[in-house]
């Protein structure tokens, strides 16, 4: 299945949640595309201990997920 993901959010927690979806898909094999628009574009600056976005936009990538930004 092709799933593309969208988030437009300034929230950490919510950026979070997509990329934690997104790895999820790409485990079950998935196509996933994530496309950052808005202030979600600085996930890196949104990264924190509790908040690892860095780490999981690293895995996303890795597991070729197509991130969009």
Same mark, same amino acid.
């Given at each position: 299945?092709?799933?593309?993901?969208?988030?437009?959010?300034?929230?950490? #927690?919510?950026?979070?949640?997509? +990329? !934690?979806?997104?790895? @999820?898909? @790409? #485990?079950?094999?998935?196509?996933?595309?994530?496309?950052?628009?808005?202030?979600?574009? !600085?996930?890196?600056?949104?990264?924190?201990?509790? +908040?690892?976005?860095?780490? @999981?936009?690293?895995?996303?990538?890795?597991?070729?997920?197509? @991130?969009?930004?």
């Amino acid at each position: 299945m092709k799933t593309t993901l969208m988030v437009c959010n300034a929230e950490p #927690e919510v950026v979070w949640n997509a +990329f !934690r979806m997104g790895n @999820l898909m @790409l #485990e079950q094999m998935d196509d996933v595309t994530l496309f950052l628009n808005g202030p979600s574009v !600085r996930y890196a600056a949104m990264d924190s201990e509790r +908040f690892p976005l860095v780490e @999981l936009a690293k895995i996303f990538t890795l597991s070729e997920g197509v @991130l969009l930004a």
